[in-house]
């Protein structure tokens, strides 16, 4: 019934599996990759047939993560999985950034990938593990694929490179000084096609060092896909790529000279406006069958990407005007918001980013719902790209993929600078509003981010720049690396190489290539060059800021301390009665730990105090021999009872409340009188003994009983 095939190698110190036959046979191609106990389905389809006048490549990927592969049921009223976490929508474009250029140029037929995680040993990560079952399926399937590509995970651990670490260990990257990487990399037996990393101000060459390992490492795993494919594949799909060439030849004529002109405008509004102005004219002269042929869209861009690339690489001039190591001119602002707790406007070229930081609690603090469980996070950064950055109209919603994507990246390129909760006990958000945008958005999010966040007054460790490379690279071998690259270079360049970092090393990595992949020496040139950009770039953002300013009168103030894990049950109550009334009698935000650390929030520094001191009184320990104000609660026969640390009372024996005798404490003592008394132990039964007669009832110090009675 089954035709199954099944390869197996050992990897990174585990077991990886590739199996096909079993699951899904009428998908087009299907792998389950199984790394340990981690267990991804790749389904690849794709339609037979192109969509009339379609001029693009319409490739979907889906990541899915299933709770029930971690042996959880799902949260929230419905208890089934819902709209993609950001982990998931990340995971789906680690996947189709490696492996989209590689299909056949001119294959527009619609192809669907669908990778489900069906068991999480809670050890291997599946992003690694589904990256690899998707190229499986591709090469398998039949599809135009110029694959297989390989996958692999490296940390940087005590100098040395590791291969697949574990969720434990990339879970803990920010609190582990030991594990400073976290990247991955995808590409193809000759070449590098996509890196995605977070490090901890590593240089060039362990950044590159990494990258190259990574891909080393990923040739085993192109082997095993290759020797799948031999004994699984189906038949190739019968695709010619369209000969277009009769068309382009019609459109260069007729437009080239007037795109040229058109490209040769440095403003942004104006040569876009011209680009189509010229367009339009080439279509005017075109036939009707022309002006129908799908192919219509590639040629043009064949067209302008020959203008844009030919000029840059044989004369080294970009087309605002640059050559290819000049950054746009930069205006770094800062305070430029009232109320806000930090903002900053930061302008390059033609590119603007408004980024707001905003201080919070713990209260404010990120749950991420994840299959190997649930974590916090206390910086959050969100970047939002409306249609009036680029000049369009267009549909507002929910944040896109894109978005996602591009807020993660400036997340990782700042999270390495943050102070350590400890020192710093605020939840930070991020927001990067994108209100202009020619290239490179991202990376103004993430030079807008730190100068916000030292508005705002976070003691950063260093302020990050970011900066996005480019490259176009040409058939005779001949290329050429582009610093600060503009919207036109990206969208018809070969590469996307955004990379930042303080002055002592990166921070984040995110590569993207659009052609077969590129070269060590490609890529050792751009991560030199980046340097140089990078730190152009800070020292233009220190003309507005070079450190923290002091903190915002508009947030909050907060204060910690950290109690014995056995004294938090006392702290919160029964019910939560204790900590409501804390909170209520205080004014302040109140927030407990399971590790003991108190985080005490408000505006009012006397809240805080009143809030610390209820707390302390509950946990502390009175000292033997130090002295306490208290009041009288209650008179007796035999003493009197003090209330005079928090809540504890203690007995002062009639014999020592006077440097004389007494019959009844009352002849010197009322309920409800302060008095100063000192802590003299604790008796067999572990009640408290206090002493009045040996401390100057009005000063406070103590005084020797026989002084008293002399000067009586």
């Known amino acids: 019934m089954f035709n199954v095939t099944q390869k197996t190698i050992e990897w990174g110190g585990e077991t990886l599996t590739l199996e096909t036959g079993k699951v899904a046979r009428q998908a087009d191609g299907t792998v389950i990759a199984t790394l340990g106990e981690t267990s991804v389905m790749a389904n690849v389809t794709f339609a037979k047939q192109q969509k009339p006048g379609q001029d693009f490549f319409p490739l979907t990927v889906h990541y899915q993560e299933k709770y029930y592969a971690a ?29 989209r250029p590689l299909f056949v140029p001119g294959f527009k037929n619609e192809v669907l990938v669908m990778c489900t995680v069906l068991s999480h040993d809670l050890h291997n990560e599946p992003d690694v593990v589904a990256m690899i079952a998707a190229s499986a399926a591709l090469t398998i399937s039949g599809v135009p694929f110029m694959g297989p590509i390989g996958a692999a995970r490296v940390g940087f651990s005590n100098g040395e490179y590791v291969l697949n670490p574990s969720v434990d260990d990339m879970q ?18 000759n070449a590098v096609m996509m890196v995605e990393s977070e490090a901890y101000e590593l240089t060039e060459d362990e950044m590159l060092g990494a990258v190259k390992f990574g891909h080393d490492a990923m040739q085993p795993v192109i082997d095993m896909i290759i020797d799948l494919a031999e004994d699984s594949a189906k038949e190739p799909f019968d695709f010619v790529p369209a000969d277009y060439s009769k068309l382009y030849a019609k459109i260069k004529k007729a437009g080239e000279k007037q795109m040229r002109a058109a490209f040769a405008i440095k403003d942004k509004g104006e040569r876009v406006d011209a680009i189509e102005a010229a367009r339009a004219a080439v279509k005017a002269g075109l036939s009707e069958e022309d002006l129908a042929d799908a192919n219509l869209g590639s040629a043009f861009k ?26 746009r001119p930069i205006v770094s602002e800062t305070s430029v918001l009232p109320r806000t707790h930090g903002s900053s406007l930061f302008t390059r070229g033609e590119t603007q980013a408004l980024v707001v930081t905003t201080l919070g609690t713990g209260e404010d603090e990120q749950i991420i719902d994840a299959l190997h469980g649930n974590s916090r996070s206390n910086f959050l950064l969100h970047y939002n790209f409306p249609p009036y950055s680029v000049g369009e109209v267009g549909r507002v919603g929910s944040p896109g993929r894109r978005e996602i994507g591009h807020g993660k990246l400036a997340w990782r390129a700042l999270q390495a600078v943050l ?16 209100t202009e945008s020619n290239g490179s958005s991202s990376m103004a999010s993430v030079c807008g981010g730190s100068l916000a966040m030292m508005d705002a007054g976070v003691p950063l460790k260093a302020p990050v720049a970011g900066v996005a490379m480019g490259l176009i690279l040409e058939e005779d071998g001949s290329y050429a690396v582009l610093t600060d690259i503009l919207g036109d270079e990206d969208h018809l360049g070969d590469m996307d190489f955004k990379v930042a970092g303080t002055e002592n090393g990166i921070t984040s990595l995110q590569m993207d290539i659009k052609i077969a992949g590129i070269t060590p020496e490609i890529m050792s040139k751009a991560l030199a060059q980046a340097k140089d950009g990078r730190l152009h770039i800070l020292g233009e953002m220190s003309k507005a800021l070079t450190s923290a300013n002091a903190f915002s009168a508009y947030a909050p103030k907060i204060e910690t301390l950290t109690i014995p894990t056995d004294k938090i049950r006392e702290v919160i109550g029964s019910g939560g009665k204790v900590i409501r009334e804390i909170v209520e009698t205080s004014g302040a935000k109140v927030d407990i730990n399971d590790d003991g650390m108190i985080k005490i929030a408000s505006n009012d520094a006397d809240a805080i105090k009143r809030a610390y001191d209820m707390i302390w009184s509950i946990v502390a320990e009175p000292e033997e021999g130090k002295i306490y104000t208290g009041k009288v609660v209650k008179l007796v026969d035999f003493g009197a009872f003090v209330n005079f640390f928090g809540k504890r009372d203690g007995l002062v024996h009639v014999s020592q409340i006077a440097n004389k005798r007494l019959q009844h404490p009352n002849e010197v003592l009322k309920e409800g009188q302060e008095v100063k008394v000192k802590l003299l132990g604790f008796d067999d039964r572990g009640k408290v003994r206090l002493g009045m007669k040996m401390v100057d009832q009005e000063t406070g110090e103590e005084v020797a009983p026989e002084a008293k009675t002399e000067a009586e």
């Open 419 to 434: 102070p350590s909760p400890t020192d710093f006990p605020y939840t930070i958000r991020v927001v990067s509003e994108i």
């Open 71 to 99: 042996g959880k049921i799902p949260g929230g009223f419905f208890k089934r999985e819902a709209r993609p976490s950001e982990k998931e929508t990340l995971t789906s474009r680690l996947i189709d950034r490696p492996c």
């Open 172 to 189: 803990g990257l920010r609190n582990n000084p030991e594990q400073r990487l976290d990247l991955i990399v995808a590409g193809t037996k």
């Open 302 to 327: 064949k067209l302008e990407s020959s203008i844009l690339r030919g000029d840059v690489v044989k004369n080294g001039v970009r087309i605002d005007g640059r050559d290819t190591k000049t950054v």
